[in-house]
T-cell receptor, first 112, second 116 residues
Framework: QKEVEQNSGPLSVPEGAIASLNCTYS??????FFWYRQYSGKSPELIMF????GDKEDGRFTAQLNKASQYVSLLIRDSQPSDSATYLC????????????FGQGTTLQVKP | GAVVSQHPSRVICKSGTSVKIECRSL??????MFWYRQFPKQSLMLMAT?????????EQGVEKDKFLINHASLTLSTLTVTSAHPEDSSFYIC????????????FGQGTRLTVV
């Protein structure tokens, strides 16, 4: 079992719709969870991080964390074509040194 | 947010030569930096943890003699790909965390290495 798992997609949604991206992780000791967006040929950029169970909202983005189910998700409301990218879920190693374990990423396509 | 600068952004080298990639933290001191590699359509795979003033910690399967890491100062880590081969062609990315900030890791711009 991979440490961090994501559906590689592609996930295709129409412009203006809600895109839902999911991620599961295996280490119950993980405490910090991150969503990065990566455009082709570019380095990842942080969208959101979440530490506590529940929802965290930032503009059009909502991160959801359920530690009991070892599940973290990212919702993108009012999806735009510019949101088309690969979304990487990352989990901080329990040692909390900044080492991140990444999922394989989900490719999102927002169609005009 | 904190800035991590990586150089060069793109390099082409001949098989058998060595290539050095630099990673700098511009507005904070990073005692620890991380080096990742990303092959096309794959996720980032951690290669090694670079520790200032001590030896790097390599992940399983990463050859330490091939991927030399030097973290000589609190703002600079270098990765040298020695005796490069075409299979080393990849996207190399460094990251660092600001010890005075959150657990967020900041990434450099990445280096596209092509070995011909």
């Amino acid at each position: 079992q991979k440490e961090v798992e994501q559906n590689s997609g592609p996930l295709s949604v129409p412009e203006g719709a809600i895109a839902s991206l999911n991620c599961t992780y295996s280490d119950r000791g993980s405490q910090s969870f991150f969503w990065y967006r990566q455009y082709s040929g570019k380095s990842p950029e942080l969208i959101m991080f979440i530490y506590s169970n529940g929802d965290k909202e930032d503009g059009r983005f909502t991160a959801q964390l359920n530690k009991a189910s070892q599940y973290v998700s990212l919702l993108i409301r009012d999806s735009q074509p510019s949101d088309s990218a690969t979304y990487l879920c990352a989990v901080n190693a329990p040692s909390n040194t900044g080492k991140l374990i990444f999922g394989q990423g989900t490719t999102l396509q927002v169609k005009p | 947010g904190a800035v991590v600068s990586q150089h060069p952004s793109r390099v082409i080298c001949k098989s058998g030569t060595s290539v050095k990639i630099e990673c700098r933290s511009l507005d904070f001191q990073a005692t620890t930096m991380f080096w990742y590699r990303q092959f096309p359509k794959q996720s980032l795979m951690l290669m090694a943890t670079s520790n200032e003033g001590s030896k790097a910690t390599y992940e399983q399967g990463v050859e330490k003699d091939k991927f030399l890491i030097n973290h000589a100062s609190l703002t600079l880590s270098t990765l040298t790909v020695t005796s490069a081969h075409p299979e080393d062609s990849s996207f190399y990315i460094c990251s660092a965390r600001d010890p005075g900030g959150t657990t967020e890791a900041f990434f450099g711009q990445g280096t596209r290495l092509t070995v011909v």
